[in-house]
């Protein structure tokens, strides 16, 4: 059975720090691209970051740069999300989700978490 479970939100001061951490089984990690996507209250999916399968290549969208790091460790199955500096802005649901290919679309991906709640605010 596949699962990917996300922990590590909360709720964070704007300019504060926080990891999310996303932990997979029942498929072969080390073989899938990971992703991170939100989606804020009302709005849709974002695709925010992706490693590839040996964490060798990792992107981000623009609105995330030098703020955010994806990274994973294929020994514990588990990738990250490092969120440095964030904004009122970066208040979603943060999901990771699994894929075979690279995409960074938001969708059509494998596999998908259940979520992880990040709220910013003083």
């Known amino acids: 059975q596949v699962q990917l479970v996300e922990s590590g939100g909360g709720l964070v001061q704007p300019g504060g720090s926080l990891t999310l951490s996303c932990a997979a089984s029942g498929f072969t990690f080390s073989s899938y691209w990971m992703y991170w996507v939100r989606q804020a209250p009302g709005k849709g999916l974002a695709w925010v970051s992706g490693?590839?399968?040996?964490?060798?290549?990792?992107y981000a969208t623009d609105s995330v740069q030098g703020r955010f790091a994806i990274s994973r460790d294929n020994a514990k199955n588990t990738v990250y999300l490092q969120m440095n500096s964030v904004k009122p802005d970066d208040t979603a649901v943060y999901y990771c989700?699994?894929?075979?290919?690279?995409?960074?679309?938001?969708?059509?991906?494998?596999?998908w978490g259940q979520g992880t709640q990040v709220t910013v605010s003083s």
């Open positions: 989700a699994a894929g075979t290919t690279a995409s960074a679309t938001a969708t059509g991906y494998d596999y």
């Open positions: 490693i590839n399968p040996d964490g060798g290549r990792t």
